[in-house]
């Protein structure tokens, strides 16, 4: 009896093409839900562009109202502090200026979903009126960085009546003007071509003949995170657009009397009883400075154009590198030294005070004297017992 071994059903040709059916059904759907991903994907990527897009340039029309509404901001503001209060009408300009504030505060809204900019618009045709102002007046020199012509126009009727001004329309003007001209403050704006305010501040900051120059950035940007990028690249005070005129005033006086201030504790830090040597200074310049009058401190010829010989440099540079780091000119420069030399003479009890005079080249012993109380409130001789 012969027994026949039949195969399992599920090796059956039928269930072999219900397999390859099935396979290629789940390859099938395979392929499709990878399609769908990808395809999601891309959408979502086009729409994060598209959104993106709409951003920036929303953010850039945000921008270019900022401009003219802190110039029209800017100019009322000034007009009712020198001439609104005497003229017919001011209720008229009073209500324009606060339409103004008004669209302001939209703009700020607006700006709440600010990102970076990309490239920059190019601004309308404008008539530059800068050439039709002063250069200034005042103790102090300022550099103002705008690539608007009517913000420049504006930041120099609002400085001209405080400061000398010097004026560039962008970074790269403002970064060669501020290497030869030495000013005592710089206010730019951020966004400028060819190179904008940021880079501007962290170019200077490299710069050892232009790091301690104070700097304000002026910008449309009010987010904590592009005042921090600002801060973060040396800039010392960072000021949205529309500013308040007196705020701005207001803090271009602090920074500069800061600075100066600072400049004079880093000149008299080496010892409280008001003796210095280069040795003390921290400040690389001023070391230099006085070290130049120190190694001369007992020649005939010691002066101005010697000091500009020995640090190699003009005599306009050297006056404001020493005006921004002591607060005082060269000649005052040279004469402190001296004082401060002969007064570490007296209590190191080298040389009799009446014989420093002519060591150090004073025109007569009177002169020294005088010139030694005014400085240390006290005579040569009294400084030698006390």
């Not at 195969?7 to 399609?35: C, E, G, K, N």
Request: net charge positive; charged share 25%; with cysteine.
């Amino acid at each position: 009896m012969s027994l026949r071994v039949m195969r399992p059903w599920y090796f059956s040709l039928v269930a072999q093409i219900i397999y390859l059916f099935v396979a290629m059904a789940l390859l099938i759907f395979f392929v499709y839900m990878l399609y769908s991903r990808l395809l999601l994907r891309q959408r979502l990527r086009d729409k994060e562009a598209e959104n993106e897009s709409r951003t920036k340039l929303f953010i850039k029309l945000s921008h270019e109202l900022r401009t003219p509404l802190t110039s029209v901001i800017g100019q009322l503001s000034l007009f009712f502090k020198r001439y609104g209060a005497s003229l017919q009408g001011n209720a008229l300009l009073r209500q324009s200026y606060k339409g103004a504030l008004e669209m302001n505060r939209i703009v700020s809204n607006f700006l709440e979903v600010e990102d970076s900019l990309g490239e920059e618009v190019d601004d309308l045709p404008a008539f530059d009126r800068a050439e039709m102002y002063p250069s200034g007046q005042g103790e102090y020199t300022m550099l103002i960085a705008d690539d608007n012509a009517d913000m420049r126009a504006l930041l120099q009727d609002i400085f001209s009546g405080e400061y000398k001004l010097l004026v560039a329309k962008n970074g790269r003007e403002a970064c060669a003007i501020a290497r030869e001209k030495q000013p005592d403050i710089i206010v730019s704006d951020v966004m400028m071509p060819e190179m904008d305010g940021l880079t501007l501040c962290a170019t200077l900051r490299k710069d050892y003949e232009t790091r301690h120059i104070p700097i304000v950035l002026i910008t449309a940007h009010a987010s904590e995170r592009h005042n921090l990028e600002g801060l973060a690249l040396g800039a010392d005070d960072y000021i949205a657009k529309p500013f308040s005129v007196e705020l701005l005033l207001a803090r271009c006086r602090s920074l500069i009397q800061n600075r100066k201030a600072l400049a004079e504790h880093m000149y008299l830090a080496g010892s409280g009883s008001g003796v210095i040597t280069s040795e003390h200074v921290q400040d690389k310049f001023l070391n230099a400075a006085i070290g130049a009058v120190e190694r001369n401190i007992s020649s005939s010829e010691l002066n101005v154009a010697l000091l500009c010989r020995e640090l190699n440099m003009s005599k306009t540079t050297l006056t404001l590198r020493l005006k921004n780091s002591s607060g005082m000119s060269p000649r005052d420069f040279i004469e402190d030294v001296r004082l401060r030399h002969a007064a570490r003479m007296i209590r190191d009890g080298e040389v009799r005070p009446s014989d420093i005079a002519a060591q150090l080249n004073f025109s007569t012993p009177k002169y020294f004297s005088i010139r030694f109380r005014k400085k240390f409130g006290v005579s040569p001789r009294d400084y030698a017992k006390g």
